[in-house]
């Protein structure tokens, strides 16, 4: 499908929705009652730090609510004063947090329901509303809504929908897309649907796989069953990764996205020599501010002397689930919750160790005088955070 031509026409359409309605002012008043914290900003202003009794809180120097997030979030609630009557759905959750999503609920903006892991689309009838994500949907969810006939209101973010050209240039030069991101991830089915050819790779470990086969061949069904849900139809690694551009999900680790692509950049100069090396690889940077501002500030955070780290968003979020693998990096006894209630008292936390199931942990708060760190992913509140440190504070100080 010619993506490309199909958005620039969506965007013209009287339909289509993406720079908000006129609320900002009245819409910005209600957000901030509902997500800024006074606690937060005064820490902010103390150095990103405060001790109360035996808890010192370090702050991340960057942390939360990125502009894209607050954007989109701010997006929606100018649809519903837009549309005050209006039935308005939302295709998933508008970002990876469970009180902005419940906030939404309240509102009387409808997500898309899922049977069987599909999307049900026949709930959204003719003039409906319906609200894209700030990671983006598939160009096919995109048809289908417009084909209804529906009011679609675009909150992708701009820096994803920079990914999306990125893809689109390969697909234009027969490029395939390798793509660093999980391919369950909304935001990477997104972008793939707008790719040619594509495969993607969650880490260094599985490029390494696939520039290995680049350069010497490999067992081929074994690869194909290795990226099976991962590559685009009817792939084939001898014919689709002779010419191959970088794309990454926005959230990624940032040094693990620039080390794929070395790899990658490397891979290719070695199988076909330096001077051909543009005939083969293509990379733009499509790596976010914010995600990057905020792996930057939890590389700095974890310099200090800390007992454990709390890491705070949706455990469904990407940008978060990388904030705590830096503290696992750094060996520092790291909680991933996604709201102060979790905290159940001094001795039991529940909580979500990475790639595992959420459990409680007994006896996780040292006695005596501690240092915490904390930092929170780009969909989370400040209200969230503070809420978290009220609850420390009850605990210790
Ligand atoms: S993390 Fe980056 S790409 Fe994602 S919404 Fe925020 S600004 Fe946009």
């Not at 959204?124 to 949907?137: N, W």
């Not at 993607?200 to 194909?224: H, M, P, Q, R, S």
């Not at 930057?296 to 890491?311: P, R, S, Y």
């Not at 978060?320 to 039991?348: G, W």
Request: neutral net charge; glycine residues 6%; aromatic residues 8%.
């Amino acid at each position: 499908m010619d993506t490309k031509t199909f958005k620039r026409n969506l965007q013209k359409s009287e339909n289509y929705y993406r720079r908000g309605f006129g609320h900002q002012e009245e819409v910005a008043l209600t957000m901030e009652g509902e997500y800024k914290s006074s606690l937060i900003q005064a820490i902010r202003e103390n150095g990103y730090q405060i001790t109360r009794g035996d808890i010192t809180i370090r702050l991340a120097q960057a942390f939360g609510f990125c502009w894209g997030v607050e954007r989109a979030v701010a997006m929606a609630y100018e649809t519903r004063t837009h549309f005050p009557n209006e039935r308005i759905w939302i295709t998933n959750e508008i970002i990876h947090n469970p009180s902005v999503n419940q906030r939404l609920r309240e509102m009387e903006i409808n997500f898309i329901p899922v049977r069987d892991g599909v999307k049900d689309f026949s709930v959204v009838r003719k003039g409906d509303v319906v609200i894209l994500p700030a990671f983006g949907a598939s160009v096919q969810e995109m048809q289908l809504l417009n084909e209804k006939g529906c009011i679609i209101v675009d909150t992708t973010c701009p820096w994803v929908a920079k990914v999306w050209n990125s893809v689109e240039k390969h697909k234009k030069k027969q490029y395939t897309s390798i793509i660093h991101g999980k391919y369950k991830h909304e935001e990477t089915i997104a972008t793939s649907s707008f790719a040619g050819k594509y495969l993607i790779v969650l880490n260094l470990e599985e490029a390494k796989y696939v520039c290995d086969y680049i350069l010497n061949g490999g067992d081929k069904e074994e690869f194909l069953n290795k990226f099976r849900k991962a590559s685009s139809p009817g792939f084939d690694p001898d014919v689709d990764l002779v010419r191959v551009g970088i794309a990454n999900q926005t959230t990624m680790l940032k040094s693990e996205t620039e080390a794929i692509g070395k790899l990658f950049e490397q891979t290719m100069m070695k199988k076909y020599g330096p001077a051909n090396l543009n005939d083969h690889f293509m990379s733009f940077n499509t790596i976010c501010d914010a995600t990057q501002e905020r792996q930057d500030a939890m590389l700095e955070l974890v310099k200090e002397k800390l007992d454990l780290v709390i890491v705070i968003g949706g455990f469904n979020s990407s940008n978060t689930t990388h904030l705590q693998e830096i503290a696992i990096q750094r060996q520092i006894p790291s909680y991933h919750i996604d709201s102060a209630s979790r905290i159940i008292d001094a001795n039991r936390i529940e909580h979500k160790p990475l790639h595992q199931e959420v459990q409680i942990t007994e006896n996780w708060l040292p006695p005596g005088k501690i240092t915490v760190g904390i930092t929170s992913g780009a969909s989370t509140p400040d209200k969230v955070v503070e809420e978290v440190i009220e609850r420390l504070f009850a605990l210790k100080a």
